[in-house]
């Protein structure tokens, strides 16, 4: 079952050692890999969609944290979890800033796609330190509108 999309050429060609690793993982030496590429381009794909699962898989099983921004002023955190990911947002307008929070729970076997999903819409992982710092100015900021309530 295909997850995830194939790796692009560049992508591929970034992870080299790693795909040359997978071949040799799968008993397919350089000259099979040639051969597959020219006579058997059915196997070629397999292998490329299998390989490309594998490394989504990787990747995102070791982010904790994304980030995203799409517009000026408008910051998403994310903390993904085993089972939910959390929400934290924040939209910057002169000097005030809107808070909200969220969250979303998902199957085990889900996590990779839901982190999956945002990078491809543009997210980058992020330092779980940078969310819990983001999630305290949140909680301060709370308190202070609170406060003058």
Partial sequence: ??????????ELDAVRPEFVRYLASEGIAADDWAKKQTENTDEMEACLDDFSNRFWEGATSAIQCLEHSPSEGDTWLFEF???AAQLIRCVRQEETATWSEGGK???????????FQLLEQGAQP?????????????????EQTEKRA
Wanted: overall charge positive.
């Fill in 1 to 10: 079952m295909k997850r995830f999309r194939r790796l692009t050429q560049e």
């Fill in 81 to 83: 979890g085993e089972n």
């Fill in 105 to 115: 729970a998902y199957e085990p076997e889900a996590r990779g796609q839901e982190i």
């Fill in 126 to 142: 992020c330092d779980p330190e940078r969310y819990q710092r983001c999630r305290s100015e949140m909680q301060a900021s709370k």
